[in-house]
């Protein structure tokens, strides 16, 4: 399985698709990058609220205080939109993550408005709950 890139080449490797059918398929193949979620992790307490899709995400606080984050999803382009989202908040603490606003990489990436409404919800709801879980932690 291929490493995620970061923020910088994930830029990059967006904008180089010449359209929005080779930028879904990139978002596809960066979802199935994520290492697989354990199924004890498929739980009530890691599904997150305001997704149209089914997505888990398990946030731990390594021993550095950097956040890790493990997720899934029954929608493909939905994993690959939790990769994305991995890849922004990728070696922060929780504080880092509080401060860290993904809006501004969204419009680089024209992201939100080729998203469904649903899409774009689910895509807030994702990080509403990444950043009260970050607060939880601080």
């Given at each position: 399985m291929a490493a995620l890139p970061d923020k910088d080449k994930l830029l990059r490797n967006f904008t180089r698709c010449a359209n929005w059918e080779e930028k879904y398929l990139y978002i596809i193949e960066l979802g199935q990058r994520l290492p697989p979620l354990n199924n004890?992790?498929?739980?009530?307490?890691?599904?997150?609220?305001?997704?149209?899709?089914?997505?888990?995400?398990?946030?731990?606080?390594?021993?550095?205080?950097?956040?890790?984050?493990?997720?899934?999803?029954?929608?493909?382009?939905?994993?690959?939109?939790?990769?994305?989202?991995?890849?922004?908040?990728d070696q922060m603490t929780a504080q880092d993550i509080i401060a860290f606003d993904v809006r501004p990489w969204f419009e680089q990436m024209a992201l939100t408005q080729h998203l469904t409404p649903s899409r774009s919800q689910g895509l807030e709801a994702m990080i509403r709950a990444i950043r009260a879980q970050a607060l939880s932690f601080s």
């Open positions: 004890e992790a498929h739980t009530p307490d890691n599904l997150i609220q305001g997704c149209q899709s089914q997505v888990w995400i398990v946030m731990t606080r390594n021993a550095e205080g950097r956040i890790e984050l493990q997720g899934d999803s029954d929608a493909a382009i939905v994993k690959g939109l939790i990769a994305v989202v991995f890849i922004l908040y």
